[in-house]
């Protein structure tokens, strides 16, 4: 069994900072890449920011120069700083860990359960 526990969104006014968290728990045996979507009402889910195992980092176009991606290989926990937020950041942001279990020789992606995140103008 794996968990994603997702923390740290709410609301915000423009121009504030968030930072969210994901900690990713149980059978777990290795991790590869971690990342941050999100979903706005009406809109397809997109790729906010994704983290290799090494740390080398891809920033979505969005909202790049705004929000920076990490993680601690340690903790299993990937982090998402989100800086001079716009409304149109509004959206659930989901945490998506590619990850093998002490149970599978196989990749699997895990998906959280969603934190919202609200930009007011």
């Known amino acids: 069994q794996v968990q994603l526990v997702e923390s740290g969104g709410g609301l915000v006014q423009a121009g504030g900072s968030l930072r969210l968290s994901c900690v990713a728990s149980?059978?777990?045996?290795?991790?590869?890449?971690m990342a941050w979507y999100r979903q706005a009402p009406g809109k397809q889910r997109e790729l906010v920011a994704i983290i290799g195992s090494s740390g080398t980092a891809n920033i979505g176009d969005s909202v790049k120069g705004r929000f920076a991606i990490s993680r601690d290989n340690a903790k299993n926990t990937v982090n998402l700083q989100m800086n001079s937020l716009k409304p149109e950041d509004t959206a659930v942001y989901y945490c998506n860990v590619d990850l093998i279990t002490t149970m599978s020789t196989e990749w699997n992606a895990y998906w959280g359960q969603g934190t919202q995140v609200t930009v007011s103008s």
């Open positions: 149980g059978t777990i045996r290795r991790i590869n890449t």
